[in-house]
């Protein structure tokens, strides 16, 4: 049987990969309202939380729909 905490790990580090390529990919992607982008001063802070809603969604069907 797989340790939990081995499982936790690799989810930890697959999520921190994911959101570091996505920190990088977003900024080309266009912003849509519900994005939250704040530019204050020298600091510059992008969170696609309604793209990412969005994208999950259409995952999530995706996948059910080849499951079967």
Known sequence: MVDPGKIFALLGILFLMISLLWNVIAPNLPKIPGDIYINRGGIKIYI?????????????LLFNFFRK
């Open 48 to 60: 696609p939380w309604l793209s990412s809603l969005i994208l999950s969604a259409i995952l999530t």
